[in-house]
């Protein structure tokens, strides 16, 4: 059901330092920055590996608003890691298999996401406090 890490999401307070930090000290490259209103979020993607079920990412993620998802997460717990984002073949099934097994499903239909792929959070409540999101990309 899961091809691959797609990416880890990690929340900060300052994008363009921390896309510095992790240029600088781990060598990575920015493929995408886009701002998402939907989720509230200014956004890089940093390229770390290529695989056979695709590509693995960093995602920063600066709050566009402090009442936001991330906003909310930096003020009751600072910096840090955010999410974790998993590839899958076709979101909806993922979703719907997913749900079927009693895992709170955030979303109820796939939003979009970076770069063009379809998304959908699980609640880090009944993942063991890990905030999920699958992700279907739109590079197969
Ligand atoms: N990881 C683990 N636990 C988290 C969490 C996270 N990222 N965010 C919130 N929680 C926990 C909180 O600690 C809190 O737990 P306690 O009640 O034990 O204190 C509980 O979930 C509720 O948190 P909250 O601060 O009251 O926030 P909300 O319930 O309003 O929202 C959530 C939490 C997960 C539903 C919301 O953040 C959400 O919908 N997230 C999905 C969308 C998102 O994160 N978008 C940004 C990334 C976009 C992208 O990746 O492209
Ligand atoms: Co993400």
Known sequence: MLLRIDHVG???????????????????????????????????????????????????????????????????RGEGVHHIGYGVPDVAKAMADIGAKGVRLIDERPRHGSMGASIAFLHPKDVGGVLTELVETSRH
């Not at 995602?59 to 930096?74: F, I």
């Open 10 to 76: 990690i929340a900060c307070h300052n994008l363009e330092e921390k896309i510095e930090f992790y240029e600088s000290t781990f060598g990575l490259v920015v493929v995408s920055r886009e701002v998402n209103e939907e989720q509230g979020v200014r956004e890089a993607m940093l390229h770390v590996a290529d695989g056979d079920s695709g590509a693995s990412y960093i995602q920063l993620l600066e709050p566009l608003h402090p009442d936001s998802a991330v906003g909310k997460y930096l003020s009751k």
